[in-house]
């Protein structure tokens, strides 16, 4: 599945959810998905690591759809390498 047609498919499946619980409501799930990856980064399962990773992505395109961001077209800035040295793999000092 490419990213339009993931963040299409959780717009079809939580849209009408994600509108009443509002743009804070969505970004506060967000956080908790993530501050759930972060266990299981600790944790080492990489089973829970995809289910997380998945729920994070979930989470983001639910959030990008509340704002009308095509995830899709976003990710783009990236097509061509860095976006600040236009290297890749990227040359920026950290």
Not at 11 to 34: M, N, P, S
Not at 79 to 91: E, T, V
């Amino acid at each position: 599945m490419d990213i339009k047609g993931f963040q299409e498919l959780i717009a079809r499946t939580y849209l009408a959810k994600d509108e009443l619980r509002g743009q804070w409501g969505t970004f506060g799930w967000l956080v908790e998905e993530t501050g759930e990856l972060s266990r299981a980064m600790r944790s080492g399962d990489r089973e829970s690591l995809s289910e997380e990773f998945a729920d994070v992505m979930a989470w983001l395109a639910s959030l990008a759809n509340l704002y009308g961001i095509d995830l899709d077209r976003a990710v783009s800035k990236y097509a061509g390498g860095c976006p600040k040295c236009n290297d890749m793999p990227c040359s920026c000092a950290e």
